[in-house]
């Protein structure tokens, strides 16, 4: 059917571990979203086989920046935990972490195939969008420009001590900032 391509936000959490939510329901810029079948379907193949995390959907085997093995579903967001390609081998890994410590924006975005979608009417944007219901999931990218409205980066606390943020408390699912009593990545209440 289609290929898919959808930009979420990324953290870093640890040395050489890196969570994002990978995707959600939201409506993104091509006035497309996934439903809740399609995002438990991207789980439940990262959970079973993984994923490879590459830089912009370059799939060469010199472009992975790490492996996924591990997946939520939380609040119709895929929570995900990526391991890191080894910093002293991989140049393209200290560079991306140097960049999330400066605090530039960069996002997720999930690579796959359509296997089924179908169209609903959305009322705030009085038109017509396609839900994609089942999808195959083949790889996640790190990616600059998210095309996802729910897409946003936040400086987890390693980042921010480093950076010299102010070192915000730390959420227990995901290791997001929680501000406002919410945490600003899965939005679990504090």
């Excluded at 994002?20 to 990262?46: F, N, P, W, Y």
């Excluded at 079973?48 to 912009?56: D, E, K, M, T, Y």
């Excluded at 796959?112 to 996640?140: A, F, S, T």
Aim: proline share 3%; charged share 25%.
């Amino acid at each position: 059917m289609n290929d898919f391509h959808i930009i979420i936000p990324l953290q870093k959490t640890g040395e050489g571990q890196l969570t994002g939510i990978a995707s959600t329901t939201s409506v993104d810029r091509d006035d497309e979203k996934m439903s809740r079948e399609a995002l438990q379907m991207m789980v439940d193949e990262i959970k079973s086989n993984g994923v490879n995390l590459f830089g912009n959907h370059e799939h060469q085997w010199e472009n992975t920046l790490g492996f996924i093995g591990d997946a939520q579903l939380v609040d119709n967001q895929v929570l995900i935990k990526a391991t890191l390609d080894d910093a002293s081998t991989n140049p393209k890994i200290p560079m991306l972490l140097n960049k999330m410590r400066k605090g530039i924006k960069l996002g997720l975005s999930v690579g796959g195939n359509v296997l089924h979608y179908d169209w609903e009417y959305n009322r705030e944007l009085g038109k017509k969008i396609k839900v994609l219901d089942k999808v195959k999931i083949y790889e996640v990218s790190v990616v600059g420009i998210p095309s996802n409205a729910d897409s946003y980066l936040t400086v987890g606390a390693a980042i921010a001590k480093s950076a010299k943020l102010p070192n915000l408390k730390e959420c227990g699912l995901c290791l997001g900032q929680i501000q406002n009593g919410e945490c600003s990545i899965c939005l679990m209440k504090y």
